[in-house]
């Protein structure tokens, strides 16, 4: 198959374009520095000439409230419409566990509006969510920073690799169309605040963290399970946090 990769060359698309070569089929990185822009449509129809599938792994690249709602909706249009004429028979979105749930979450809200326009459009779909990554441990952790002092809530997280994120793409774009959504999560549950605590001993950052049921993730008071699926909802992930951690540190 030719599978399109829109966000191909970033931290997740770009293993999933080599799983997907791995499994023999034709993957194609799509980003604007390949010639691809999803948000003016540049390059779009030509990418997806003679495509069977498209993964969109991409991302905006602002975080404000309506950048990142416009870059989902537009994208998302854009490249549904060229899908449609290019007779594309599989749309894939990577989205995130929980989105609903946290309506004061901005980028969340745009996920749900992306999820909501593919859901409306004609292009045979699977959404596959995802907790949060290993990789993003320390982006968090200093978003949470306040001098020495890292303040998260002591809630589940649920977190798994880059990797497993994108194994999970690449195995369910060459199956048929979910038409619907599916769920995958790491092996193992930890508190919010103790994952962090333990990710910074590893990497030697004298930062302390502090359980605050009342610190905010990005704009949100979470909820006990804000961050995690459902019990025996997701597939599980391999790839362990300590494993993970051993291995990058």
């Known amino acids: 198959m030719k599978i399109v990769v829109i966000g191909g060359t970033g931290l997740i698309g770009s293993k ?7 499994r023999g089929h034709e993957a194609v990185p799509a980003a604007p520095g390949t010639g691809v822009n999803t948000l003016t449509g540049e390059g779009l129809a030509e990418a997806l000439t003679g495509a069977q599938a498209v993964v969109d792994v991409s991302n905006s690249p602002s975080f404000e409230e309506s950048a990142v709602l416009d870059f989902f909706t537009v994208s998302t249009r854009n490249l549904l419409a060229a899908e449609a ?21 901005g980028y969340f809200r745009a996920k749900v509006a992306q999820e909501q326009l593919i859901k409306q459009g004609q292009i045979p779909y699977s959404i596959v969510r995802a907790t949060q990554f290993f990789e993003f441990v320390k982006g968090i952790a200093d978003a949470a920073t306040s ?23 690449a195995r369910t774009v060459v199956e048929t169309p979910l038409k619907g959504t599916v769920e995958v999560a790491g092996p193992q549950r930890f508190r919010f605040d103790e994952i962090v605590a333990e990710a910074l001993r590893a990497w030697h950052d004298p930062r302390t963290v502090v359980a605050d049921p009342h610190a905010r993730y990005y704009g949100s008071e979470l909820a006990e399970h804000s961050l995690v699926p459902e019990e025996g909802r997701a597939r599980p992930a391999e790839t362990r946090f300590e494993d993970w951690l051993r291995r990058t540190s």
Do not use: W, Y
């Open 85 to 105: 004429a290019a007779g594309v028979a599989h749309h894939l979105a990577l989205s995130i566990v929980g989105i609903e749930g946290l309506p004061d979450n």
């Open 16 to 22: 999933v374009c080599g799983k997907l070569g791995d």
């Open 147 to 169: 001098g020495d002092t890292v303040r998260v809530p002591p809630v589940l997280f649920q977190p798994m690799a880059a990797e497993d994120v994108a194994e999970a793409v």
